[in-house]
């Protein structure tokens, strides 16, 4: 069974950094390339950004370039979000997604406030 | 970025009706390759997104028949046959076409 958990959510002032960790099982997680989309409360998805399977390629969605960086550990399928320089406006829940959309994780509350 | 309509924002149905979603994108959603990239997604109230339908008419694994998928270029819809309790909550459209990936802002099922 493919699961994916989300961990390193919180409350985090503006400016702030954060790292959130997605650790996936079930399949094999080099194999994928895998997302991070984001939902604000009431809000529909946004699209944050991916990463290449072997990790040596990621893209970004315009609003978070600069501020966010994916990266992963093949050998412990691990996916990690390092956000920087926090806005109030990423407030949201978090997901980890395997592919386009094929499976997402249970997602993991960040709120950004002083 | 491409913009994903979605209609009606919301739906209130009776369990055993039929309903359908229109989900129009503002550019064509046919890539290089000749496939289409769009996909329909349910969040159940309190849970994940789930997706049903990718590649505008192909079911995941595990979806029931009752819903399919039609459309091409930038018109699709998203059918449900014989609504179940377990259908409830808010569907999305999204596209895989274009740089980068959009949502649409959700339909939501509710029981009449």
């Known amino acids: 069974e493919v699961q994916l958990v989300e961990s390193g959510g919180g409350l985090v002032q503006p400016g702030g950094s954060l790292k959130l960790s997605c650790v996936a099982s079930?399949?094999?997680?080099?194999?994928?390339?895998m997302n991070w989309v984001r939902q604000a409360p009431g809000k529909t998805m946004e699209w944050i950004g991916d990463i290449k399977p072997d990790g040596s390629n990621t893209n970004y969605a315009p609003s978070v370039k600069n501020r966010f960086t994916i990266s992963r550990d093949n050998a412990k399928s691990i996916l990690y979000l390092q956000m920087s320089n926090m806005r109030s406006d990423y407030t949201a829940t978090y997901y980890c997604?395997?592919?386009?959309?094929?499976?997402w994780g249970q997602g993991v509350m960040v709120t950004v406030s002083s | 970025d491409v913009v994903m309509t979605q209609t009606p924002p919301s739906l209130s149905v009776a369990i055993g009706q039929s309903v359908s979603i229109s989900c129009k994108s503002s550019?064509?959603?046919?890539?290089?390759?000749?496939?289409?990239?769009l996909h329909w997604l349910l969040q159940s109230p309190g849970r994940s997104p789930k997706r049903l339908i990718y590649q505008v008419s192909n079911l995941g694994s595990g979806v029931p028949d009752r819903f399919s998928g039609t459309g091409s270029q930038k018109d699709f819809t998203l059918k449900i046959s014989r609504v179940e309790a377990e259908d409830l909550g808010v569907y999305y459209c999204a596209q895989t076409t274009h740089f980068p990936p959009t949502f649409g802002a959700g339909t939501k099922l509710e029981l009449k």
């Open positions: 550019q064509s959603l046919v890539y290089s390759d000749g496939k289409t990239y």
């Open positions: 079930g399949f094999t997680f080099r194999d994928y390339w």
């Open positions: 997604v395997r592919g386009w959309f094929h499976y």
